[in-house]
C-alpha cells in the first residue's frame, strides 16, 4: 500500500521553526521528486519547496526563500521541510508529494499526503 505521512505540524509563534517530515511507503522512494505544497482555505494549492530524487536540486517559492529548507533521505525514504523565522502568513495545510514520469506511458505517477495544518500566531 502506498502512503505518505506527513506529520509534523502544529501551532508556533511568529520568528518560531517548525520542521515538517514525510514519511513514504509503497514505492521506491528514490525515483521520485518530491514537492511540499500549502493551501489556505479559500485559496488555489501553491508549491512552497521541491527537491529532486536524488536530492541535489532544490526550488524554493519567493515567499519561502532563505527561511525554508528542504531535504531528503532516501535511506530512510523521508523527505523534511524545515520552516524557520516563520510569519503569520505561512499558515496554512501542507502537504508533500511525491511525482516522477512513467517512462514508457509518459504520463506522471503521483502520490499526496493527507495535509497537516500549520498554524504561525503574530
Known amino acids: 500500500e502506498v502512503q505518505l505521512q506527513a506529520p509534523g505540524g502544529g501551532s508556533v509563534q511568529a520568528g518560531g521553526c517548525l520542521r515538517l517530515?514525510?514519511?513514504?511507503?509503497?514505492?521506491?522512494?528514490?525515483?521520485?521528486?518530491i514537492g511540499w505544497f500549502r493551501q489556505d482555505p479559500g485559496k488555489e494549492r501553491e508549491m512552497v519547496s521541491s527537491i529532486s530524487n536524488n536530492g541535489r536540486s532544490t526550488y524554493y517559492a519567493d515567499s519561502v526563500k532563505g527561511r525554508f529548507t528542504i531535504s531528503k533521505d532516501n535511506a530512510k525514504s523521508t523527505a523534511y521541510l524545515q520552516m524557520n523565522s516563520l510569519k503569520p502568513e505561512d499558515t496554512a495545510v501542507y502537504y508533500c508529494?511525491?511525482?516522477?514520469?512513467?517512462?514508457?506511458?509518459?504520463?506522471?505517477?503521483?502520490?499526496w499526503g493527507q495535509g497537516t495544518l500549520v498554524t504561525v500566531s503574530s
Open positions: 517530515s514525510c514519511a513514504a511507503s509503497g514505492f521506491t522512494f528514490d525515483d521520485y521528486v
Open positions: 508529494n511525491a511525482v516522477r514520469v512513467d517512462s514508457e506511458s509518459l504520463t506522471l505517477v503521483d502520490y
